[in-house]
């Protein structure tokens, strides 16, 4: 099998850090080859360079066995080298052609010729089996899976040799992955490689053909065959550490005192009726299918949305519904999906993303007391193991991993009650995940009440006390998290079963 490209002893270097240490990447045409490591590991900086985006301080790059110097991402189209980056880079303004020859369209005299380029997309669409797309439909009415579809098309558009798929999977449902999965197996018939990027280690079992795992910017494996390397070696390469059930948490004892309960609660179209408490210590998993109403009833607890009936009580007393500002100063917090565009200051620092939901306290007379925010947020951050443990240090730059536990730092530093987690692992690889079912556990460990939402079935299931079982906006079943298996779950979903 051709070998497309070659990556030797890569290094590049920002001040004060290594961040690619001699890595070496060999991939072939019409394989997958998945790129796996913790956040931090040098896996986005390896892009960005075989991307063209970044210049290596050091190393050597060959392209179809010849020797190249990628100046810039432009450079890196040339040669047929795409890279479709997890936060997709279209413009939602524009038409489905638009974005596909979006800096090389297809003109004239400079002028579009919109009639060929309509054509030339219908061809890309009807190549990755998606002809019912409209060229002229608009990006931003399409779905993430749509908008997939279009972001690969473009790559094919440049007539790509090697795609880069980065955590593409992260936004999809069963059946889109599965469509996802089927397009990469028909890229790479047609012989195009395929650099897979992903935190979900069964999907590198079922799309991958061979595995490089880099730790700590350096190559630690390189050309595992991806279908019979077990989950266990992959993980203890990640981490240099062995992993052995970092999920699974010991049983509760005797329940202790009611904290939060919802009785009749409706968001209408979303979710009715719903009934259940959460217990000072207890964590408590929302099981469903995406679409099942599970979002929705954490945002509608937090205040984000105004339910349609029903009533939401802390400690007993009703909070006033559709106000954040009423459900905070009761004492509840939301670690949302997105953390990045709900939850983040991405241009503000890790301190006071920290800080940010326990601002007055720093202000007495008009004036704001920075040094005791530095201090108490420093004391936080190093407490839930963020690295670096500094303050100062920009929010945006840190890992998924890190970035969760500066929002769980902030719950923990405003001494929330109720913790409401929504997707916590989601975009977080597995040497962090064991960090943040920590610090999740550490929290119920102190008391606070948590009510999880995770589509990680073994993760529900393992963090959770209860689960509570979801179908079209209603609950029909809850039991004791031992009490139940994935297979249970996925029945009682697929089913409808009634409590």
């Known amino acids: 099998m051709e070998t497309v490209l070659t990556m030797r002893g890569i290094v590049k270097e920002f001040p004060g850090v290594r961040a690619l240490d001699h890595v070496d990447l060999e991939v072939r045409a019409g394989?997958?080859?998945?790129?796996?490591?913790?956040?931090?590991?040098?896996?986005?900086?390896?892009?960005?360079?075989?991307?063209?985006?970044?210049?290596?301080?050091?190393?050597?790059?060959?392209?179809?066995?010849?020797?190249?110097?990628?100046s810039g991402?432009?450079?890196?189209?040339?040669?047929?080298?795409?890279?479709?980056?997890?936060?997709?880079?279209?413009?939602?303004?524009?038409?489905?052609?638009?974005?596909?020859?979006?800096?090389?369209?297809?003109?004239?005299?400079?002028?579009?010729?919109r009639t060929p380029a309509a054509r030339a997309t219908t061809r890309l669409l009807g190549r990755l089996g998606h002809a019912e797309l409209r060229p002229d439909t608009v990006v931003g009415t399409l779905a993430a899976a749509a908008k997939q579809v279009v972001s690969i098309a473009r790559a094919l558009s440049y007539d790509a040799r090697l795609i880069v798929m980065d955590e593409p999977s992260a936004a999809l449902g069963n059946d889109e992955v599965a469509n996802l999965f089927r397009i990469i197996e028909q890229l790479c018939a047609e012989g195009v490689a395929v650099v897979y990027i992903s935190h979900r280690l069964e999907e590198i079992r079922t799309i991958g053909d061979r595995i490089t795992v880099l730790k700590d910017g350096r190559t630690v494996a390189a050309g595992l065959p991806a279908r019979i390397t077990s989950t266990e070696d992959v993980v203890s390469l990640m981490t240099g550490r062995d992993l052995q059930?970092?999920?699974?948490?010991?049983?509760?004892?005797?329940?202790?005192?009611?904290?939060?309960?919802?009785?009749?609660?409706?968001?209408?179209?979303?979710?009715?009726?719903?009934?259940?408490?959460?217990?000072?210590?207890?964590?408590?998993g929302l099981a469903g299918l995406v679409g099942a109403g599970r979002s929705e009833i954490l945002e509608t607890i937090y205040g984000a949305r105004r339910p349609s009936a029903g009533q939401v009580l802390l400690g007993g007393r009703s909070i006033r519904p559709g106000s954040t500002t009423a459900a905070v100063a009761a004492g509840i917090g939301l670690a949302p999906e997105e953390r990045k565009s709900q939850a983040l200051f991405l241009l503000q620092s890790v301190g006071r993303n920290i800080s940010a939901a326990s601002l007055p306290r720093y202000s007495r007379f008009g004036w704001f007391d920075r040094r005791r925010e530095r201090a108490e947020t420093g004391a936080s951050l190093a407490h839930v193991g963020i690295r670096p443990a500094d303050p100062a240090h920009p929010v945006r730059e840190l890992s998924g991993g890190n970035q969760q536990k500066a929002i769980l730092a902030r719950w923990l530093l405003d001494d929330c009650t109720v913790l409401l987690l929504d997707e916590p692992t989601r975009g977080v690889d597995v040497g962090a995940r064991a960090d943040v079912y920590?610090?999740?556990?550490?929290?119920?460990?102190?008391?606070?009440?948590?009510?999880?939402?995770?589509?990680?079935?073994?993760?529900?299931?393992?963090?959770?006390?209860?689960?509570?079982?979801?179908?079209?906006?209603?609950?029909?079943?809850?039991?004791?998290?031992a009490d139940l298996t994935e297979h249970d779950i996925i029945t009682r979903i697929m089913e409808g079963s009634a409590l």
């Open 31 to 70: 394989e997958v080859h998945c790129l796996l490591g913790q956040n931090g590991a040098g896996k986005s900086t390896l892009i960005k360079v075989l991307s063209g985006a970044h210049q290596p301080d050091d190393g050597e790059l060959r392209w179809l066995g010849e020797p190249v110097r990628l």
């Open 438 to 481: 920590a610090q999740i556990r550490r929290l119920a460990d102190q008391g606070v009440a948590v009510l999880l939402v995770s589509s990680d079935l073994p993760e529900l299931l393992g963090l959770s006390d209860r689960v509570l079982i979801l179908r079209d906006g209603a609950m029909i079943h809850a039991a004791p998290a």
């Open 245 to 284: 059930d970092s999920v699974a948490r010991s049983p509760r004892g005797a329940a202790s005192a009611e904290v939060l309960r919802v009785t009749g609660l409706g968001l209408s179209g979303r979710f009715h009726d719903l009934s259940f408490a959460v217990y000072a210590g207890e964590i408590v």
């Open 73 to 113: 991402p432009a450079a890196a189209t040339r040669l047929g080298i795409a890279t479709i980056y997890q936060e997709l880079d279209l413009c939602d303004g524009l038409s489905i052609a638009e974005n596909i020859f979006l800096g090389h369209e297809l003109a004239r005299a400079g002028f579009t010729r």
